[in-house]
């Protein structure tokens, strides 16, 4: 399961280059994504596909509901903060957070299929959904460990 939020903590991390390109005119992100309670809903339906998904599933098991509480709301810190939002994310980077976890090519596609399914739920907006993906792809080389 720690494997599967760490991902979900990537997509996080890469936001913050998006958000702090923004021009001072511009919303940041995170206004744009619907603030505090949008991303915390987008984080739960992705982890819930993540977990229901009968590769990635394994993942999420053997972590107690205070530990999964935990890892969720870091991830949802940490999406807040990059998306320019008024969170404080104070966990590790990616590549800390994903060494030796061995997640694979095919397991990446496979989580960004399923954050592309929540943001199609949510009927997230092509200019946020182009910027949540980009940011994605940036992280890509510190979480892929095996082709």
Known sequence: M???????????????????AQTPAAPALYQRLGGYDAIAAVTDDFLGRLAGDRDLGRFFVGHGTDSVKRIRQDIVNQLCAAAGG????????????????GIAEREWETAVRHLNATLDRFAVGR?????VVAAIAALKKDVVEKP
């Open 86 to 101: 008024p969170c404080v994310y104070t966990g590790r980077d990616m590549r800390t957070a994903h060494a030796g976890l």
């Open 2 to 20: 720690f494997r599967q939020l760490a991902l979900a903590a990537a997509v996080a991390a890469t936001l913050s280059a998006t958000a702090h």
């Open 127 to 131: 200019r946020e959904r182009d910027d």
